[in-house]
C-alpha cells in the first residue's frame, strides 16, 4: 500500500513540475487542449497538463521581427526593368490568430510582400520610383498590412533597399547628370560675371563723378602693363585724357 501511494506521489510530481512552463515577455503562449484552442498565456510561470498530450502550449515571440524581400526582376510602368530588393519588418499582435489562422505567417509575409512590391512598383514610372521611394514603401506597406491584420501581424514597416538599373539606363542618367551640372556650372559662372560687371559699374560711376578720376585709373592701368623700364609702349591717347588730367589739376588748386 505504501508503496502504490509512493508510486502515485511520484506520477503527480512527475505531472505537476513536466507541466510548469516559463513564458517570457517577449512571448505569448497558446494553449490547446485536445487540439482545440484553449487560451492565451501571458508571461510568467504557467501550467499545463501534459500527461498524455492533453495539453500543448506553443510559444510566439511577440517581439518586431524582419524578413527579407530577395532581389526580384520588375517592368515599370514605362517598360523599364529594375531590379529591388527590400526588407518587410513585423510584429505578433494576436498570438492565437498567428497560430491558428496561418501555417508559416513569416514565410507567407514574404510571399505577399513579393506581390505587393510587383503590383506597386509595375504602376509607376522609373522617375517617380527613384525620387519617392519612401512613398511607395508606404503603399506596399498598405497592401501587405490588409492582407496581415486577419493573422493578427501587424506590419510596422517596409524598406526599399537596393534599384539596380539596367546598364544602358545607368550611362543616359550618368550623362545627365553631367549635363545639369555643366548647367549649373555656366549658370554659375555668368552670375559672377553679372555681380562683376555691376561692381565694375557703380565702380566707374564712382570714378567719374570725381574730377580727373577716370584719367587718374587710366594711368594706374599703364603703369601695370609695362613694368620693365628698359621698354617703352606708345599710347594713344584720347583728348578726353587730357581734359580730365586738366581738371584734376584745376580741382586740387582750388582746394588748396
Do not use: C
Not at 55 to 62: G, K, P, S, Y
Not at 106 to 123: C, N, P
Not at 185 to 206: H, P
Amino acid at each position: 500500500m505504501n508503496a502504490l501511494i509512493t508510486i502515485l506521489i511520484i506520477i503527480v510530481a512527475y505531472v505537476l513540475l513536466r507541466g510548469l512552463k516559463v513564458v517570457k515577455e517577449y512571448e505569448r503562449g497558446v494553449v490547446l487542449t485536445l487540439g482545440k484552442y484553449a487560451g492565451t498565456r501571458e508571461p510568467g510561470l504557467t501550467w499545463i497538463f501534459v500527461l498524455f498530450g492533453i495539453q500543448e502550449m506553443i510559444v510566439v515571440d511577440i517581439r518586431i521581427n524582419s524578413t527579407e524581400i530577395p532581389q526580384q526582376e520588375v517592368i515599370t510602368k514605362d517598360n523599364v526593368p529594375v531590379g529591388i530588393n527590400a526588407v518587410v519588418y513585423f510584429h505578433v499582435l494576436n498570438a492565437d490568430k498567428a497560430i491558428l489562422k496561418i501555417r508559416n505567417y513569416s514565410s507567407a509575409i514574404t510571399q505577399y510582400a513579393q506581390a505587393a512590391l510587383r503590383d506597386v512598383i509595375g504602376g509607376v514610372e522609373l522617375d517617380t520610383l527613384l525620387s519617392e521611394r519612401e512613398k511607395i514603401a508606404e503603399e506596399m506597406k498598405k497592401n501587405v498590412d490588409t492582407a496581415t491584420t486577419e493573422w493578427g501581424i501587424n506590419i510596422t514597416d517596409i524598406r526599399i533597399q537596393d534599384i539596380e538599373l539596367p546598364a544602358d539606363m545607368k550611362r543616359v542618367m550618368a550623362k545627365q547628370a553631367e549635363s545639369e551640372r555643366e548647367r549649373r556650372a555656366k549658370v554659375i559662372q555668368s552670375q559672377g560675371e553679372y555681380e562683376a560687371a555691376e561692381q565694375l559699374a557703380q565702380a566707374a560711376q564712382r570714378l567719374s563723378s570725381m574730377p580727373g578720376g577716370l584719367s587718374l585709373r587710366t594711368l594706374e592701368t599703364i603703369e601695370k602693363i609695362n613694368p620693365d623700364p628698359s621698354k617703352t609702349v606708345i599710347f594713344a591717347l584720347p583728348i578726353e585724357f587730357l581734359q580730365g588730367i586738366q581738371s584734376l589739376a584745376d580741382w586740387m588748386k582750388n582746394k588748396k
